[in-house]
């Protein structure tokens, strides 16, 4: 148990300074952000408390507004895909449940699950925090294709990554 604390909180450290030091660099055309910590709170297990999810996804936004200079809308995205977390893992249940204290993985539930529920949990975060930033309709297109691109990229980096954590 202790180990594998140890490791999801190294995955923290990791994620946190990869999204920091090299992710929010880069940036194709003004239309690709790729984003990788959401997954800090995409893998907490299942039965997470509601309230420490919450926490934990403010707690992970702030993080990445304070080093990005954002006025606190990545905190609100977070904060946001972690308060829908729960009610996408209960459509998303499989036949027989969820195990008790697993996390969503792709090695548990497979490719397809984890790709539909990091999907939706990326499409939440990514069309609240680029909309919070505009915070405008006037392009909304513009901001759509934004959305779309970002989700993209996110989510090719997000399923590599889980590959990568799930073939140890």
Do not use: C, K
Request: net charge positive.
């Amino acid at each position: 148990m202790s180990n594998a604390i140890v490791r999801y909180a190294l995955f923290i450290v990791l994620a946190l300074l990869f999204q920091i030091l090299i992710l929010n660099n880069i940036q194709f055309s003004g239309y690709v952000n790729p984003y990788i910590y959401l997954m800090i709170i995409m893998l907490l297990p299942v039965d997470f408390p509601q309230w420490l999810l919450l926490i934990a996804s403010f707690v992970t936004g702030f993080i990445i507004d304070v080093s990005s200079g954002s006025p606190g809308i990545h905190s609100a995205a977070t904060v946001l895909m972690g308060f829908t977390r729960p009610y996408i893992l209960r459509y998303m249940s499989p036949s027989e449940g969820y195990e008790q204290g697993s996390s969503p993985s792709m090695r548990v539930y497979g490719f397809r699950w984890f790709f539909f529920f990091a999907f939706w949990m990326v499409i939440i975060h990514h069309f609240s925090l680029f909309y919070l930033e505009v915070f405008r309709f006037d392009d909304f297109f513009r901001t759509l294709l934004r959305v779309t691109a970002s989700t993209g990229f996110s989510l090719i980096f997000i399923l590599i990554t889980e590959y990568y954590r799930s073939m140890r």
